[in-house]
């Protein structure tokens, strides 16, 4: 089945500096990669997602970048702010694998003041 | 995301027992999932339905069951013979179409074994 690794596990930045979270998929069926935002007791928010017909996707100061030949893709946020903190987590799934995603085990990302 | 609701918020229960988390939407997805959350992890999958009378399981499923019976509900239970039951249960629910539909989840359900 798929596996997704995702690294690293925290990130710490400063407010206003950018953050790169990587994620590799093993399936080279995948094709949709969704990223979720969660904060501390509360539910995953879908933040941006890509599909595979594309290189990369931008949302105002977030974008996420797929390289399908090395099967990892990448979540970056710019111009980070206090309200960015929260664990991230990258997801995959496939045409016709029953819509299952698989995901990462997350990046706790903390902007400091 | 508000079209998804689970209940109760906070469960416990007494080891030996089964309990029951509620999953609803309002949605009209025709598929639903249920995962479970533990500190410092990933989300995994415990069960999914696409359909009607009809899911598959993920997985996670050894200890747990479901039904769904309708299209707005999703009910899990965790039995006795979950080993390690304590965690964060998410409900999800998608279109069922294509493969790459976006799932939104609901607030989730803490269980708690005492």
């Known amino acids: ?59 105002q100061r977030i974008a996420v970048t797929l390289n399908k030949t090395a099967k990892h893709f990448s979540l970056h946020i710019t111009e980070t ?15 016709g694998g029953g819509n299952k995603l698989t995901f990462g085990t997350g990046t706790q990302l903390k902007v400091e003041l | ?17 089964n309990v029951t988390l509620s999953c609803e939407q309002n949605l009209n997805h025709d598929a639903m999932y249920w995962y479970r959350q533990d500190p410092g992890q990933g989300l995994r999958l415990i069960y999914y339905s696409q359909i009607v009378n009809d899911f598959q399981k993920g997985d996670i499923a050894e200890g747990y069951s479901v039904s769904r ?35 939104y989840f609901g607030p989730g359900t803490r269980l708690t074994v005492l």
């Open chain 1, 1 to 59: 089945g798929e596996n997704v690794e995702q690294h690293p596990s925290t990130l710490s930045v400063q407010e206003g500096d950018s953050a790169v979270i990587k994620c590799t998929y093993s399936d080279s069926a995948s094709n949709y990669f969704p990223w979720y935002k969660q904060e501390l007791g509360k539910r995953p928010q879908l933040i941006i997602d890509i599909r595979s017909n594309v290189g990369e996707k931008k949302d």
């Open chain 1, 81 to 95: 702010q206090p309200e960015d903190s929260a664990v991230y987590f990258c997801a995959a799934s496939f045409t």
């Open chain 2, 1 to 17: 995301d508000g079209g998804i609701t689970q209940s109760p918020k906070y469960l416990f229960r007494k080891e030996g027992q």
């Open chain 2, 69 to 103: 019976e309708k299209k707005e509900s999703f009910p899990l239970t965790v039995t006795s013979a979950q080993k390690n039951p304590t965690a964060f249960y998410l409900c999800a629910s998608s279109w069922a179409g294509a493969g790459t539909d976006t799932q």
